[in-house]
């Protein structure tokens, strides 16, 4: 369960959401109005006719059919002129609408029903594994915003240049959450550091929030620890290790980093096969080698690897070193 600051932090989280949607629409209004005069003149003709047809039946209520006629035929009229008017400037219809974030609950937290929104389920989640700012990566780390530039087209390993080969794990990665509830596999990424493992874990993770999936995105160290807190009564809330099975995507990242210790690897173990056998994918991000991951873990665990995963080697030069070579 979340604590009291957490939702009280969400949900002002939520109300400035609401506020951002109004001050932007109130903004796309204004710019309307001010590039085409006359969308304004429609829209206060528009109350007016409203406000009219309401007095006039008012004082006579015999005649409200043939008002409301009237009004109809009116308004029709100013809707068809204000709609070619926006069309030939090429702004949308909906310019004076509410754009929500999420437009299943319009930015609450609570769909139409007052249960809770699954947006609301992932902001307890990233609150519960310390992930708050996933929201704010994946804007910037996602597959729109993704670029080939860094990798060379000359030939590598294998004969495969470092580009081609990121162009097959970039679809593969696209086709993986197109696929997503038909996948058998997960993801094993692994490789050098500052190859774009990390970025497409985030691009994964965008997409499938963006359906409605959930989707917890956590570092090894934070996993084993979570683990440990709740197996020595440290952390009594068995929800936060109830998720980590049952979340549709877990994302563990930087696997290696941990102090390795049997308890960790059994829990590891553990999580692989439930999962697996539930058809909850699993990507998994590490720096290690597949030599270093079986002298660290054990044959028996790179050979599961193989078995439920996807295996993809990153290679290349480190894109943050060449950023500040261009720089």
Do not use: W
């Not at 004082?59 to 009237?70: G, V």
């Not at 720096?287 to 665990?301: A, D, G, H, P, V």
């Amino acid at each position: 369960m979340a604590d009291e600051q957490t939702l009280n932090h969400i949900m002002n989280e939520y109300e400035e959401l609401r506020i951002s949607a109004a001050n932007e629409r109130k903004k796309r209004i204004e710019e309307v109005n001010k590039k085409i005069p006359r969308v304004a003149e429609i829209d206060r003709e528009i109350f007016q006719c409203g406000m009219e047809n309401t007095k006039r039946i008012f004082k006579n209520p015999d005649k409200a059919d043939e008002y409301n006629r009237d009004f109809k035929e009116n308004l029709r009229k100013l809707e068809n002129e204000k709609s070619n008017l926006l069309k030939v400037n090429g702004i949308s219809d909906d310019y004076n609408k509410y754009k929500y974030k999420c437009e299943n609950c319009s930015d609450t937290g609570y769909d139409k029903n007052g249960k809770k929104c699954q947006c609301f389920k992932q902001k307890l989640i990233n609150a519960a594994y310390s992930v708050s700012n996933i929201e704010e990566t994946i804007k910037t780390q996602n597959f729109d915003t993704f670029s080939f530039d860094y990798y060379s087209k000359d030939v590598g390993e294998n004969g495969v240049s470092v580009y081609d080969n990121m162009t097959k794990i970039y679809n593969n990665c696209k086709r993986f959450c197109d696929n997503f509830d038909n996948e058998t596999k997960g993801l094993v990424f692994y490789g050098s550091t500052g190859l774009g493992k990390t970025f497409l874990s985030s691009a994964i993770a965008k997409e499938l929030m963006d359906k409605g999936k959930m989707v917890i995105y956590i570092r090894a160290t934070k996993l084993f620890s979570i683990n440990e807190d709740y197996k020595f009564g440290r952390n009594t809330d068995r929800s936060v290790i109830d998720n980590i099975y049952k979340a549709d995507l877990l994302i563990i990242d930087d696997l290696g980093t941990e102090p390795f210790n049997k308890n960790n690897l059994a829990f590891l173990f553990d999580v692989i096969n439930e999962r697996t056998a539930n058809n909850k994918k699993i990507i998994i991000n590490t720096n290690l080698q597949i030599s270093e991951i079986t002298k660290m873990y054990s044959m028996r665990f790179t050979s599961r690897l193989y078995e439920y995963f996807m295996m993809y080697k990153f290679y290349g030069e480190d894109i943050r070193i060449q950023k500040l070579r261009r720089s």
